[in-house]
């Protein structure tokens, strides 16, 4: 087939040295043809000298009479008998076919010549270069010539189904600037007229396909050979395109870049899903990509979770331009470091691949910082690729006018994203330069997937915490707190703690769990390792029914008012909120979710707040943490249940479900605060340990006195207030009595005061009943005694008691004072009862102030002697069974410390 010629391109070089105004009196250089060897000719064109003061390409289209196999041209410039100016010619071509090839692949290995495929080559050579494996078109000359590098292919036939494919190097090892960029652009007219091959579009513009890059390569990404896959637009589409890569600008012996394995084709399906290199219409997939689409071989990491306080790993964060890890102004965003973009030019973060098929959401902690009003551009764009980057698509734009808050961003994937090879990216098209417009991220998560949600989560964090248990744990870290507190139920005594100096966020997080009716959660907590109770800075835990976006108390409070819960319908008790100064130190909290109406995919998380620097919040810490199906009865709140398929029991108890105690619980309980009890174990010195299981709020003290003289348990302090007895055998028991005072001094008490509530439980403190509230009023803070009949289904063999005053954030309005408790007596009755008081029986005798067991008045031995102070002296017995003929009998002896003389000598009792 015989070529046929369509265009003639040249350089037109005028070489002029007077004024430019003398240009217009010099006859034009005239363009023409022949077909008969000069005979005539015909006009192509006339170039006149004011068009062409620079240098530049001419390119004619030649009319059908000049396409011919037997066209002459010449360019010629008439006289006219005048000194004519000076012009030249290079770069001439007369050429090209009316139907140009579909496509070419040029590995620049010397297989075929360089005009084969290229027009012209400016400042390239073929050769070993930027740090290729093989040879490649580098420009990278010492020249100092102000002439611009490029590589210009010829006319090619581009269709709907071609795209350009090409590998890009820039810097070569040597110094580059991102300001000198490489332009791929398109021609359809032979070269007249260029235009970017991908145009930028970023907001506010609307009208384009996506936001996207221009076809604008810098050395700040392509500082190392890349591939690059380009969607070919439809205005590139005609029978002659041509592609050129340009480098406009550059510093001699710097900024150098290379091409190789260039490729204009049609027909590679999906464009090898941006995971393989074209050739001859099929795939060369990627190590890891296989199948005609290169798609992944194995499926891809479905969970991406970053809390940027180590180096940035480079397989999940392949590009990261902009960005360094750091805190602002020292103050973390959340806790540690977060990722802060403030660098000058391109500031972006970009993803590894994902299998996203069933991930259901991207969330991060956002923040924005600008000195004024920002421009459209310079918001901060989320997106995602299902092509390995050749085309982005728009999530979110993040546009703020001023500065922000942190900001907690939640993104639910479309359908379109969930794909087995997504990623995503932040990127800010522009910025005012170095540290202005800056934006900080942290605690990244791309996850949610039901496939990931086992309905357990069970950790000791014993070596640490098990990473696919939880999302994030700012401000903790595992080791010792409190030991000598522990139940000595774990070997492993590591814990998660929080410590009071970590600056920022002091909260643990679960992954989603999917959760029913029959869950529980389970964990021990201390919270300040002291006595001291405090309403400041307590630990809530909360759950999350939408991923995190907003979050609930767990366990409302319910404390017998109005009610704002309808869980608190069935119960009183307190909220999920621990405050410190739990005497006890160490608690294990046990919560059944059929009573709190949660199902489906929650997330858990123990929150104590955000801290800056001058704060000092109390350190805390949790331990062996279970969520999942609950053991047999619960362990009957005497065990740990393990994975929902066994207990174990705590120390004292045994049998499958924890319900056998070793030895028999006691069944009778007297406490007056004295702390007067020798060899045995004391909550930090206030009350005896084997009596009573917890303390808060509380201490021993003589303020407030019920009694004129002695200690009390005097209720003064915030936080939690509480008081909770062990486990007790009431199977027999008959009653309760206390002597209580609500409010203190003569004034009455706060009418805004909750009441006091004695409740009781049958299960290890599962669930509790209400035996009586005690509310404050104008009277209430004289002391009485109060005695109330234990109710039948109290009357357990393992029951205890607490008194709790509820509050909603750990303050309260006035203190309250218990002495003197007494459980037990007889259902069945007692008696008879005898005693000449050689020992002190505790069951016999329920209150005797100022009353003392001492040999008195020539006594034989012990007697009951009322001789201390106080400003009231008697004896109350216990409940005795009596008959109609039973009989009370004493010797009884008075004023015998005060004279010689006594009235009778007091020995025995008899009743």
């Not at 869950?519 to 109770?533: A, L, M, P, R, Y």
């Not at 809530?540 to 319910?558: I, K, N, Q, Y």
């Not at 199902?599 to 955000?610: A, D, L, P, V």
Request: net charge negative; with cysteine.
């Amino acid at each position: 087939m015989h070529a046929v010629a369509v265009i003639m391109v040249f350089w037109l070089l005028p070489l002029l040295y007077f004024m430019t105004s003398l240009v217009s009196s010099f006859p034009g250089v005239i363009v023409q043809f022949s077909n008969n060897n000069g005979v005539q000719w015909q006009f192509l064109r006339e170039l006149d000298f004011g068009s062409f003061l620079d240098s530049q390409v001419v390119t004619i289209e030649l009319p059908p009479p000049a396409k011919t196999p037997y066209t002459v041209f010449r360019w010629w410039q008439p006289q006219q008998g005048k000194h004519s100016a000076q012009w030249a010619l290079d770069d001439v071509l007369i050429g090209m076919n009316d139907s140009s090839r579909t496509g070419f692949h040029d590995k620049f290995d010397g297989t075929s010549p360089l005009r084969h495929n290229w027009y012209r080559i400016q400042g390239g050579e073929i050769t070993v270069d930027c740090l290729s494996l093989d040879t490649a078109l580098s420009f990278n000359s010492d020249t100092t010539g102000k002439k611009p590098r490029y590589a210009e292919s010829w006319d090619f036939e581009v269709s709907g189904s071609s795209f350009l494919q090409f590998e890009l190097s820039m810097g070569c090892s040597k110094v580059a600037t991102s300001s000198h960029g490489v332009r791929l652009e398109y021609s359809t007219d032979c070269g007249r007229h260029w235009a970017l091959l991908t145009p930028e579009c970023v907001p506010p513009v609307i009208g384009c396909a996506g936001y996207t890059m221009s076809s604008v390569y810098t050395a700040t990404q392509y500082n190392r050979w890349r591939r690059v896959t380009v969607y070919l637009p439809s205005a590139a589409n005609s029978p002659r395109t041509r592609f050129r890569w340009l480098q406009p600008h550059f510093i001699p012996g710097a900024d150098g870049w290379a091409l190789d394995n260039v490729l204009l084709a049609p027909g590679c399906p999906w464009m090898c899903s941006g995971h393989g290199l074209c050739d001859n219409g099929c795939c060369l997939c990627d190590r890891g990509y296989g199948g005609a689409h290169c798609v992944p071989l194995a499926p891809l990491p479905s969970i991406l979770r970053d809390d940027f306080n180590e180096n940035l790993a480079a397989e999940q964060w392949p590009e990261v331009y902009g960005a360094e890890r750091g805190t602002l102004s020292g103050e973390p965003l959340k806790s540690g470091t977060a990722l802060i973009f403030k660098g000058e030019g391109l500031r972006m973060l970009m993803s590894r691949d994902m299998d996203c098929t069933s991930t259901l959401y991207i969330q991060f902690s956002f923040k924005f910082i600008t000195k004024g009003v920002p421009e459209r551009s310079h918001s901060v764009l989320l997106q995602y690729s299902v092509n390995g980057g050749i085309s982005w698509l728009l999530l979110d734009e993040f546009y703020f006018p001023t500065s922000t808050d942190t900001l907690f961003i939640h993104l639910p994937l479309p359908t379109s994203a969930q794909t087995n090879a997504t990623r995503f990216r932040l990127w800010q098209p522009y910025n005012s330069g170095k540290k202005e417009e800056v934006w900080v991220v942290d605690d990244l998560i791309i996850d949610g997937s039901a496939l990931n949600n086992p309905p357990v989560v069970s950790d000791s964090f014993e070596g640490g915490p098990q990473d696919y248990n939880w999302l994030f744990y700012p401000g903790g870290n595992t080791g010792l707190y409190c030991p000598y507190q522990k139940s000595g139920l774990e070997d492993d005594e590591s814990a998660m703690v929080f410590v009071s100096s970590e600056l920022g966020e002091h909260s643990i997080t679960t992954r989603d769990i999917d959760v029913n009716e029959n869950t529980i959660i389970q964990f021990e907590i201390n919270v300040g390792c002291t006595t001291d109770s405090s309403s400041s800075n307590p630990v809530r835990l909360e759950f999350s029914r939408d991923f995190g976006a907003t979050w609930h108390l767990l366990v409302p409070l319910c404390s017998g008012g109005p009610q704002p819960s309808s869980l608190c319908s069935t119960e009183l008790h307190p909220a999920s909120v621990y405050y410190p100064g739990t005497t006890q130190g160490w608690r294990r909290e046990i919560i059944h979710f059929g009573k709190l109406r949660l199902c489906g995919s929650i997330r858990f998380r123990w929150y104590q707040g955000f801290y800056s620097s001058g704060s000092s919040p109390p350190t805390w810490a949790l331990d062996s943490v279970y969520i999942g199906p609950q053991c047999q009865d619960m362990c009957n709140g005497h065990g740990s249940c393990v994975r929902g398929t066994h207990c174990v029991c705590d120390s004292g108890y045994s049998g499958p479900d924890c319900s056998q105690p070793d030895t028999s619980n006691p069944d009778f309980l007297k406490e007056d605060f004295e702390g007067r009890q020798t060899g045995r174990k004391c909550m930090g010195g206030a009350v005896d340990a084997d009596r009573f299981r917890l303390l808060s709020g509380g201490k021993p003290s003589r303020k407030c006195g019920i009694m004129s003289s002695g200690n009390h348990l005097f209720f003064s302090e915030d936080g939690l207030r509480m008081l909770v007895t062990n486990d007790m055998d009431l199977s027999n028991a008959r009653f309760i009595q206390f002597f209580l005072r609500l409010g203190c001094g003569k004034a009455s008490p706060d009418p805004r005061s909750q009441p006091v509530l004695l409740q009781f439980s049958v299960d290890g403190a599962l669930t509790w009943g209400l035996l009586q509230d005690f509310f404050f009023s104008n009277s209430s803070n004289q002391a009485r005694l109060v005695a109330l009949e234990i109710p039948l289904r109290a009357r357990t063999s393992a029951t205890r008691l607490r008194w709790w005053q509820p509050s909603e954030n750990g303050h309260f309005y006035s203190p309250w004072v218990i002495d003197q408790v007494v459980v037990g007596g007889s259902a069945s009755g007692w008696g008879p009862l005898e005693d000449d008081f050689s020992s002190m029986d505790g069951r016999s005798w329920l209150l005797y102030p100022g009353g003392i067991r001492m040999p008195v008045c020539g006594s034989d031995g012990a007697a009951f002697a009322f001789i201390e102070k106080s400003n009231t002296r008697y004896a109350v017995t216990t409940d005795i069974s009596l008959g109609q003929d039973a009989f009370i009998q004493f010797d009884f002896s008075a004023s015998c410390s005060v004279t010689n003389s006594c009235y009778g000598e007091p020995q025995n009792i008899y009743i």
